[in-house]
């Protein structure tokens, strides 16, 4: 019996340490970045929480590869909103205004964490890539200094201006 108690103590600890953070997602903002800087790569930034579902099937997309967020481009970051402390920095840095009122809140970021686009709620994959190639044709501009936009500045792309429960900004 204490065996069987100790290997049932032992999967449990397995499976929390497995699935504590989603698998190839970093929980810390601080360390993404730095992984993003050092590895010259955008950030895929989720915030939510695990009983959502929209954010479920965000990271499910992902991991089935329909959306294409590969490790090679990104580096996946996976923020719990329930986390007063993570709220907060999120909020200071990213301002909840800009994604509506429905998880996950997405930003896509250049390797320095400055957003390129963000969205919020559920995106099916195929509006997921739209926002994707929006970010990298972002990146790419900004990185070669033409047509970026003020920081600050707020823009619909890829979605046309004022579409319900659309949100992208600028930074």
């Keep these: 019996m204490k065996h069987l108690l100790a290997l049932a103590s032992s999967a449990l600890v397995l499976s929390v340490y497995a699935f504590g953070a989603a698998a190839g997602y970093e929980s810390d903002f601080a360390k993404a970045q730095a992984t993003a800087q050092a590895q010259n790569k955008m950030m895929f930034v989720i915030y939510g ?4 579902s929209n954010c479920q099937a965000t990271k499910a997309m992902i991991k089935s590869h329909q959306i294409k967020v590969t490790d090679s481009k990104f580096v996946l970051v996976d923020l719990n909103c329930d986390d007063k402390q993570v709220s907060a920095d999120f909020n200071k840095r990213f301002g909840k205004e800009n994604f509506g009122t ?6 896509v970021t250049d390797s320095a964490g400055n957003a390129l686009v963000s969205s919020g709620g559920y995106k099916d994959a195929a509006e997921w890539e739209k926002i994707l190639h929006a970010a990298q044709r972002k990146a790419t501009a900004s990185s070669a200094g033409v047509g970026t936009a003020p920081s600050g500045t707020k823009t619909d792309w890829p979605f046309k201006a004022g579409a319900p429960g659309t ?5």
């Design 49 to 52: 929480r695990e009983a959502c």
């Design 102 to 107: 429905t998880l996950p809140f997405v930003v």
């Design 167 to 171: 949100t992208s900004t600028t930074r």
